[in-house]
C-alpha cells in the first residue's frame, strides 16, 4: 500500500490533503504539533471511512531533530514514503518595522526551516528506491509578496527557491519536486480577519470566492500522482484567479 506523510495535518489544509488521500487508498502518516486531540479525531475518521492505516506523529518541524526523528520512526515502521506533503506553516501579520529578529527567525524555522528538515529526512531513501514525489505548500504571497506579512512571504518565496532547485538536483532520481501557492483559504489561519475583510477579498477574487481546504488538497494530490508524472520544479497557483 503507498503511503504519505503530511506535515501539519491535524487542521486545515493539511486535514483535508490527508482525506484525499485515504479516499484514494493511501496510508497516512499524520504530523502535527500543537493539536494532538484533532490529529486522533481525524485519524479515527479516516480509519472507519477509509478502511487505511493512519500514523499520528507528533513533531515541531521547526526543529530539525524532531522533523528527522519523526520521519526516520515513520519509515522504520513504513518504509519509504511515496509521497511527502510540506504542509505545516505559521502566518503573522505586523509592519515591517515591528517584526522583531526572533519572530523572523520562527517563522522562517517553520515555514522553510521544515520544508528543508523533512526533504533530508526522506530523501535519502527516496533517492535508493529511485522514485518518489514531494509537494511543499507554499503561497500567493510567496510568489507577489503582501505588506504587513514580509516574514511571511520571504518564508514562502524561500519554498519556491528550495522546490525549484531540489527538483533538478533529484530529477535524475525519478523523483518530483514541485509546490502549490494557495490564495486565500478558509482555515483558523485566516481566522483573525473580520468578516468584512474576509468579504471584500471573496470579491477581490476573480472567481468569487474564498478557497476552500479541499480546493488545495485536490491540486497537492494531483502534483502527487501519476497525472503529474513529467511535471517537476513547478509551482501551481490555486487562488481563484486573485493573482
Ligand atoms: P492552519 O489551519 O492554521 O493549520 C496549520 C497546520 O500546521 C496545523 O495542522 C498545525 O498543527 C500545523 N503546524 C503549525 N506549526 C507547526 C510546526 N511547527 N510543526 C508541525 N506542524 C505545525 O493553516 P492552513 O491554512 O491549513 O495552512 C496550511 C499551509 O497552507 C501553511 O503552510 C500555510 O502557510 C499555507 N497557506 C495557507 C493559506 C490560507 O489562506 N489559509 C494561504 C496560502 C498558504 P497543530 O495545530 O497541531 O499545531
Redo the contacts with the bound molecule.
Keep these: 500500500m503507498p503511503y504519505v506523510i503530511i ?8 486535514a483535508a490533503t490527508a482525506k484525499v488521500f485515504a479516499q484514494k487508498g493511501y496510508d497516512i502518516v499524520l ?5 494532538q486531540q ?2 486522533e479525531d481525524l485519524a479515527a475518521f479516516l480509519r472507519k471511512e477509509y478502511h487505511v492505516q493512519v500514523l499520528p506523529m507528533q ?4 526543529n530539525p531533530k524532531e522533523a528527522e526523528t519523526f520521519i526516520r520512526s515513520a519509515m522504520v515502521v513504513w518504509g519509504t514514503p511515496s509521497v511527502l506533503v510540506n ?5 503573522q501579520q505586523k509592519l515591517f518595522t515591528d517584526i522583531t529578529w526572533e519572530e523572523y527567525q520562527t517563522m522562517m524555522n ?2 522553510a526551516g ?1 520544508v528543508f528538515s523533512c526533504c533530508k529526512a526522506v530523501l535519502p531513501a527516496m533517492i535508493h528506491v529511485k522514485k518518489g514525489a514531494i509537494v511543499n ?4 504571497w510567496g510568489v507577489s509578496g503582501a505588506s504587513c506579512e514580509v516574514h511571511y512571504s520571504a518564508s ?1 518565496a524561500a519554498v519556491i527557491g528550495l522546490t525549484k532547485a531540489l527538483a533538478k538536483e533529484v530529477g535524475p532520481s525519478g523523483i518530483t519536486v514541485n509546490c502549490v501557492a ?4 478558509d ?4 481566522g483573525i480577519l473580520s468578516q468584512e475583510t474576509l468579504n471584500g477579498l471573496a470579491e477581490e477574487t476573480p472567481l468569487s470566492r474564498l478557497g476552500t ?1 479541499e480546493d488545495i488538497a485536490r491540486a497537492i494530490y494531483f502534483l502527487a500522482s501519476a497525472d503529474a508524472a513529467f511535471i517537476t520544479g513547478q509551482v501551481l497557483t490555486v487562488d481563484g484567479g486573485i493573482l
Aim: aromatic share 2%; proline share 5%.
Design positions: 506535515t501539519g495535518a491535524s487542521r486545515g489544509i493539511g504530523n502535527y504539533c500543537h493539536s484533532k490529529a513533531a515541531d518541524v521547526s504542509n505545516a506553516g505559521i502566518a517553520t515555514n521544515g505548500v507554499s503561497s500567493m514562502k494557495p490564495g486565500v483559504i482555515t483558523d489561519m485566516n481546504p
